[in-house]
């Protein structure tokens, strides 16, 4: 059955390096989203995509997190340098519009020392 | 205020009772409203949408809007234990474009 991919589930890295993070959409949903989750914070948006392009990323640190769709099944979140605070679940749903129902991929869990 | 409020919870139900999650919006112009479940370890899932004033019921799971008082209800019927779980309610604010902003999630609880 169709479902949201990302890769890798688990990371650990140290501070200061660069953190990628992969997400395949759903075939056919022309609408991308990134989120991190935290205890303290709940869920947040970061970034989302319709058709490939970036239509909101105001909820990212923009010095440090950067989030493109080079094409229509992959969607890629990147963190450089990565810091402690970094530290959270990283979701990637997709769906056919913004205000549209959302299917949320397994997410990765990062850790930064 | 936040855009989407949730009681945090936990929320105790005992087995076989009616569980009442309920969720309060600021946008008075949101349009869509969704209720996800998420189990510990793991990611949201969509339980209920639901777009018009009144009651929509699939199953055990009854979704409740009124927009007039700007609140969104979702009701467990018959909770089971696999019921206990994190419940969002999600809500598009129509003043940020739109976006689907998600409330902080009740966890519930169901005490067999």
């Known amino acids: 059955d169709a479902r949201v991919t990302q890769t890798p589930r688990h990371k650990v890295t140290e501070m200061g390096q660069e953190v990628t993070m992969r997400c395949q959409p759903i075939l056919g949903h022309n609408t991308v989203f990134w989120y991190r989750q935290t205890m303290m914070q709940g869920l947040e948006l970061l970034a989302y995509?319709?058709?490939?392009?970036?239509?909101?990323d105001s909820g990212m640190p923009k010095d440090r997190f950067s989030a493109e769709m080079p094409d229509a099944t992959l969607a890629t979140l990147k963190i450089q340098p990565s810091e402690p605070r970094d530290s959270a679940v990283y979701f990637c749903?997709?769906?056919?519009?913004?205000?549209?129902?959302?299917?949320f991929g397994p997410g990765t869990r990062l850790t930064v020392l | 205020q936040k855009e989407v409020e949730q009681n945090s919870g936990p929320l105790s139900v005992p087995e076989g009772a009616i569980a009442s999650l309920n969720c309060t919006y600021s946008d008075r112009g949101s349009q869509s409203f969704f209720w996800y479940r998420q189990y510990s370890g793991k990611s949201p899932e969509l339980i209920m949408f639901i777009y018009s004033n009144g009651d929509k019921e699939d199953g055990r799971f009854t979704a409740q809007l009124n927009k007039a008082s700007q609140y969104v209800s979702l009701l467990i019927r018959d909770s089971q234990p696999s019921d206990s779980a994190t419940y969002l309610c999600?809500?598009?604010?129509?003043?940020?474009?739109?976006?689907?902003?998600f409330g902080s999630g009740t966890r519930l609880s169901i005490r067999p």
């Open positions: 999600a809500v598009n604010i129509y003043s940020s474009a739109s976006k689907i902003i």
């Open positions: 749903a997709s769906g056919l519009g913004q205000s549209d129902t959302q299917y």
């Open positions: 995509f319709r058709n490939r392009a970036p239509l909101d």
